[in-house]
């Protein structure tokens, strides 16, 4: 059995008051959670604050980026030794919004600006390696653009990015793996995956893992779906058997509505 997840994708949202609020709202209502990991990943400038509005719960912390070097000359960027010392125990990896892969393009985004932070999947895996090695637990993203699901693509393209995301890591080390698939035209925009395909796509993935590493550790891996998850889509999706929880973005910034995902998180596997 599979424990699920739901992570809590804050985004640049939320300056340190705002962050407080939240997290003891949420701290407040599911600090007790059991038979569900639930993680908050503010923003850089509001870990350690969050950090103690959990303190003494069942949440955990983590990070929304990592770079691969332990210190040096690479303004702006953070280490796995900077996101331990605020508390860190995941790192979300390879967002799409990081690898410049928008959903939906608002009308102030260039193209210069949607390719502004331009990772690739070598970054992500090197990003990846880095998490591990300090064992930090890394929330993996994937998934295709609309004009590739339009294309029939879906497959390939979650397939190539997993593929290189763990190229290189042993077996033990892709079983430590959080993956989430996140269809890019879902995110954001709240249109979300059908459940039964979303489901599909996470068996492709799955079936990636038992080829990278071993069928036991495709059958361990737990894998996320992400994608406007909100309370009234969430059951559906919970209830698939190959969805082990949540990556959410606009519905984790309200207590009450993360709160609703939390329990149905922990309720599919009661
Ligand atoms: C995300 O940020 O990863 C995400 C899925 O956002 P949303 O839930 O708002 O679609």
Avoid at 95 to 101: A, F, K, L, P, V
Avoid at 112 to 137: M, P
Avoid at 239 to 247: F, P, S, V
């Amino acid at each position: 059995m599979r424990t699920p997840i739901m992570a809590g994708n804050w985004k640049m949202n939320c300056d340190n008051e705002e962050a407080w609020q939240l997290a003891a709202a949420i701290a407040d209502e599911k600090g007790d959670v059991e038979g569900c990991e639930v993680v908050l990943c503010p923003p850089a400038t509001a870990l350690t604050t969050v950090l103690a509005a959990i303190e003494d719960t069942n949440i955990g912390l983590g990070a929304q980026n990592i770079f691969w070097e332990e210190s040096g000359a690479y303004t702006g960027e953070l280490s796995g030794p900077m996101l331990l010392s605020c508390g860190c125990e995941y790192v979300i990896i390879g967002h799409s919004e990081r690898r410049g892969r928008f959903g939906s393009v608002a009308d102030d985004f260039t193209p210069e600006l949607q390719k502004v932070f331009g990772e690739s999947d070598a970054s992500v895996n090197r990003k990846i390696k880095a998490a591990l090695s300090y064992e930090l637990t890394p929330i993996v993203c994937v998934g295709e653009l609309l004009n590739e699901r339009q294309a029939g693509q879906t497959d390939e393209v979650v397939t190539s990015q997993v593929r290189t995301a763990v190229d290189g890591l042993a077996a033990d080390q892709i079983d430590s793996l959080v993956l989430a698939y996140e269809p890019v035209w879902a995110i954001g925009t709240g249109e979300v995956c059908d459940a039964d395909e979303a489901n599909r796509v996470l068996g492709v993935i799955r079936g990636i893992v038992a080829e990278c590493a071993d069928e036991s550790v495709a059958q361990e891996i737990r894998i996320l779906y992400g994608g406007s998850v909100k309370p009234d889509n969430v059951v559906g999706l919970m209830q698939q058997a190959e969805i082990d929880g949540g990556l959410v973005g606009g519905a984790s910034l309200e207590a009450d509505s993360f709160g609703e995902l939390i329990t149905a998180a922990s309720a599919s596997v009661a």
